[in-house]
């Protein structure tokens, strides 16, 4: 089955010219079946980016799929415009009475502030608490994870002394859990952040369950014990030049990055990319939306437990 997107939203025609079976709203309307009613909320500056990547993980996979974009109301972007978001995302005030079979919450550009700092907290604060009770199972990435495991459960983050920049090996640190039903022995995860979350924090709050962990890169998946929320540290979803364009992009300013490791050939930002992390990507979000939303969630959204 397909995900279900506007009819001329431009990730369309990129996911067309990749052969990723995609479906307009007109087309979905007319047949008869619930799809999974999934919310994007996307806090990410190159939203367009963003949402080509997501939509390419979460499109891949048997079940039907209507995404609904939402932005906050509190935050104007500087990297996309007004038209366009008043074209293609609801703000979150619009959608706050809805109820979605599941939520994905992306990361943002801002880990080096407080979370207090950050100039549209108090509106994602209600929103993560409005998560718990309007979206049957939540999928945070990276900052996003962060934010919501402080929210949540006081977990704080810690700043790293150089960045946390290339592709790197985790291993399952759980037998059971669905969300790596799959996966090889070892696989591998983008990661692009300044701060961390530690294991020790995590490892005091028993109703959550660190699955995958890396010895270079820390904590990679977290999942709650009842299946309903998902802490990614990193972005699993990336394309493969995206760690390079970050890389050139800071290179260029003249900012301090180094080489994103385990990422380009014997890491030569001159030479090919090796990409090792699409097909665990893939696994990653189809996993998630068979066994934690489409497995669980109640056909009606009105009913059930929330």
Known sequence: MPIIIPNTLPAAAVLAEENIFTMTEFRAFHQDIRPLKIGILNLMPTRETTETQLLRVLGNTPLQTEIVLIRIDSHVPQNTSMEYLERFYKPFSEVKDQRFDGLVITGAPVENLAFEAVSYWQELEEILEWSRHHGFATFHICWGAQAALYKHYGIPKYPLEKKCFGVFEHVATSNHSKLLRG??????????????????????????E????????????VVSLDGREVYATGHSEYDALTLATEYFRDLNKGLPIEVPRHYFTDDHPERPVKVKWRSHANLLFSNWLNYYVYQETPYDLEEGRW
Do not use: C, M
């Open 183 to 208: 996966f090889d022995d070892t696989f591998y995860i983008p990661q692009s952040r300044h701060t961390e979350v530690r294991r020790a924090d995590i490892a005091k709050v028993k109703t959550l």
């Open 210 to 221: 660190i699955i995958a962990y890396s010895e270079e890169s820390g904590v990679g998946l």
